[in-house]
T-cell receptor, first 113, second 114 residues
Framework: GNSVTQMEGPVTLSEEAFLTINCTYTATGYPSLFWYVQYPGEGLQLLLKATKADDKGSNKGFEATYRKETTSFHLEKGSVQVSDSAVYFCALSDDSNDYKLSFGAGTTVTVRA | DAMVIQNPRYQVTQFGKPVTLSCSQTLNHNVMYWYQQKSSQAPKLLFHYYDKDFNNEADTPDNFQSRRPNTSFCFLDIRSPGLGDAAMYLC?????????????FGPGTRLTVL
């Protein structure tokens, strides 16, 4: 079956630091990969996605590249801000599970001024 | 702006008292989902509608039911809430079900059971 493994948090950074959140996956099909962000007390927002190998998703300074050879989709941002403090979820969907989202456990990121 | 709206944002109910949560969308999407999210956990899919077709997850308790009277609205009914049902309930929509289809989430309703 499908599964997503994210690096455990919480992660605490200073403003302008480099952020990496590791995400690896197991899938039986050819998944699409997503990063969602959840700000405190809010629902999930799509941050970026990639639908095939070597695709790079990017948004708001965040990037992630779909690496089929390492089954990974690591999230990176070069210079974080306090407003990036949130929970980040890696997720996948493919036809083996009727395209339902399989989420990782989430990584809590706190950015200090 | 097209969006997914959930009402109310905060709902308090008493143990065993039925409660209904509401979701509406202006995206004209075919698919609507309900998720339960407990503290510090990932969202858990309860069920979804593809148009009028209802699809229940195998492990969703019978206590949870849903209605979709039209394309825009979907309701989550909890018949007899228990303390363990206190959670954030998230509604999501997608245009279709397929590779790359994105789910768009509402802001959630936080349910407290007293």
């Amino acid at each position: 079956g499908n599964s997503v493994t994210q690096m455990e948090g919480p992660v605490t950074l200073s403003e302008e630091a480099f952020l990496t959140i590791n995400c690896t996956y197991t899938a039986t099909g050819y998944p699409s990969l997503f990063w969602y962000v959840q700000y405190p007390g809010e629902g999930l927002q799509l941050l970026l996605k990639a639908t095939k190998a070597d695709d790079k998703g990017s948004n708001k300074g965040f990037e992630a590249t779909y690496r089929k050879e390492t089954t990974s989709f690591h999230l990176e941002k070069g210079s974080v801000q306090v407003s990036d403090s949130a929970v980040y979820f890696c997720a996948l969907s493919d036809d083996s599970n009727d395209y339902k989202l399989s989420f990782g456990a989430g990584t809590t990121v706190t950015v200090r001024a | 702006d097209a969006m997914v709206i959930q009402n109310p944002r905060y709902q308090v109910t008493q143990f065993g008292k039925p409660v209904t949560l509401s979701c509406s969308q202006t995206l004209n999407h075919n698919v609507m989902y309900w998720y339960q999210q407990k503290s510090s956990q990932a969202p858990k899919l309860l069920f979804h509608y593809y148009d009028k077709d209802f699809n229940n997850e195998a492990d969703t308790p019978d206590n949870f039911q849903s209605r979709r009277p039209n394309t825009s609205f979907c309701f989550l009914d909890i018949r007899s809430p228990g303390l363990g049902d206190a959670a954030m309930y998230l509604c999501a929509t997608s245009h279709d079900i397929g590779s790359g289809d994105t789910q768009y989430f509402g802001p959630g309703t936080r349910l407290t059971v007293l």
